[in-house]
């Protein structure tokens, strides 16, 4: 796929995605239980899509373990302070040691490079 066939593509996208986000807003000040169906439905067409059964699974499980988090949650200020400790937590206990590790994987070979631009040539 060519540069300008991929800036389109890109652009169909975001068009949709906004489409899809205006719809979901609008559902979800108009009519709360349509919104949850409709919620429920993509996220089911989401997790089909998955090729993997175990990764389908285990995606399942932690849709499933954050919405019963989020229902003893309580007020919506509650269910607001819980989702953003669970992105931090998942941030600092998965993500943040992967990016370290990879940085140093990163500096190893520039240290590894480096030392070929040192020799002179001959």
């Known amino acids: 796929m060519n540069q300008p066939q991929w800036e389109e593509e890109s652009e169909k996208r ?20 349509a ?24 995606l399942r499980a932690l849709q499933a373990s954050f919405e019963t988090k989020m229902k003893h949650a309580g007020s919506a200020h509650n269910r607001f302070v819980l989702a953003q400790t669970l992105f931090w937590d998942n941030f600092h206990n998965n993500w943040e040691p992967g990016i370290l590790q990879f940085n140093e994987c990163l500096k190893s070979l520039e240290r590894n490079y480096s030392a070929f631009d040192d020799e002179p040539d001959s």
């Open 14 to 33: 975001r068009e949709e995605s906004e489409k899809r986000h205006a719809r979901m807003a609008r559902l979800f000040k108009e009519d709360r239980l």
């Open 35 to 58: 919104f949850e169906r409709e919620r429920k439905r993509l996220l089911d067409e989401f997790f089909s899509s998955v090729e993997d059964e175990d990764l389908r699974q285990r």
